[in-house]
Structure formats: C-alpha cells, structure tokens
C-alpha cells in the first residue's frame, strides 16, 4: 500500500493554458474525491467517484474543469483555459465504500 | 448546508502543556465529524472521527475529541504536546452517510513553544 498519489506534485502554468492532474488511489478503495484547497482556508469538496461513476460534482466545479475516472481506478482532473483564481493546492482521497477517507499530498498549481 | 466554524485562527502552546482546539458545526441531521492534521505541504491525515456511539472519541498521536449534540461542538484535545504537532488542524463534518462531500472548517495553526 503505498497511498494516494498525485502527480505532479507542483505545476506552474500562464493564464489560459489547459492542465490536467492526475490521481492513483490506493488500489482497493472504490471512492475518489476531489477537493480544492486555497491558501489559508480548509478543502473545499469538487467531486467524488464511486468506480468509473462521478456521483456528485460541486457548484465550485465550473464548466471549465472536467473529471474523469474511466476504468475505476486512477482519475485525472483537468481545467481548461486556467485564471489566476484557479491557483490552488488540489488533493485527491480515496476510500472503501464509507470508511476512512486517506489523502495524497496535492498538486500546488499556480497560474501566472 | 452544513458548515464549520473554528474560532481559532493561530494557537501557541507550550510544549508538554494541554491543548483544546475548539471546533462548531451546523448539520441538520446526525452528523459525521473528524479531525485531520496537514503539516506543511503536505496532505491530511485523519487524527479520529465520530460516526456514532461513545461521543469521547481516541485518535492516534494521542488526540482524543469529545462530541457534545447540545454545544455542535467537537472539541480535539491533548493532554501533553510535543513539538512534532506543530501544524494546520482542520475539523470537518461530513454529508450523506459518512465521507462523502466533506465540509472543513478553516483551519487552526498550532504552534509548539520550547
């Protein structure tokens, strides 16, 4: 078990450009969120996965980003046309069914 | 909608003191709740959480939380700090039936003072 991983772990990009992120749950675990965090406030929730199913997406969640999860395993998370208000650290969970949600270290995106 | 309120922005202790993080919540129905600690950039791991049963929950790394329906609070406690846990504390209340869509409070720094 070697925990969720996000890749890659910072990424600097200019206004406009499309990044994608990506995220290896720990193997088992059927649940993958999303969650944004910006400096000096808590996660916010974007989305959640059950398998290669997207369950829930949050408001946050503007039509320029778009989430995947197409085999029920890893997930990529990408936002197009970036603004400088997308800077932020993004982290990724993953659980079994409801138990214990375990977090990756995040991507720390910031667009110039 | 559910929230969190923690009213401590930046808390210094001194080590080997006691500490109470302070931790309020709005939740219409029975809530889920949990503590996770962030140290600096990195990601949170997940100090205890309550689902139901004995409201004095144990964690690891010492931490225990009381859960009181009457105050909305979750209250995460130490009786002896070290200067490892020095870091962000967040509590967080989740939606539906446990994990899903968890909604954090802001965050109290703690720091550790010789």
């Known amino acids: 078990d070697t925990g969720v991983s996000q890749n890659p772990r910072h990424k600097i990009t200019k206004r406009g450009q499309n990044v994608t992120f990506r995220c290896d749950p720990i193997s088992e675990h059927n649940r993958l969120y999303w969650y944004r965090q910006t400096l000096g406030q808590g996660p916010e929730f974007l989305t959640y996965f059950q398998n290669e199913a997207q369950l829930e997406k949050s408001r946050l969640l503007s039509d320029r980003f778009s989430a995947e999860r197409p085999k029920g395993s890893f997930s990529t998370l990408e936002i197009q046309r970036t603004e400088q208000g997308d800077s932020a650290m993004y982290l990724c969970?993953?659980?079994?069914?409801?138990?214990?949600?375990?977090f990756g270290q995040g991507t720390r995106l910031t667009v110039v | 909608a559910q929230s969190v309120t923690q009213p401590d922005i930046h808390i210094t202790v001194s080590e080997g003191a006691s500490l109470e993080l302070r931790c309020n919540y709005s939740?219409?129905?029975?809530?889920?709740l949990f503590w996770y600690v962030q140290s600096p950039g990195q990601g949170l791991q997940l100090l205890l959480k309550y689902f139901s049963g004995d409201t004095l929950v144990q964690g690891i790394k010492g931490f225990e939380a009381e859960f009181k329906r009457s105050q909305s609070s979750f209250n995460l406690r130490k009786p002896s700090v070290h200067w490892s846990d020095a870091a962000e504390y967040f509590c967080?209340?989740?939606?539906?039936?446990?994990?899903?869509?968890?909604?954090f409070g802001t965050g109290t720094r703690l720091t550790i003072i010789p």
């Open positions: 969970a993953s659980s079994l069914d409801r138990t214990e949600a375990f």
């Open positions: 967080a209340v989740g939606a539906g039936f446990g994990n899903e869509k968890l909604t």
């Open positions: 939740y219409g129905a029975t809530p889920y």
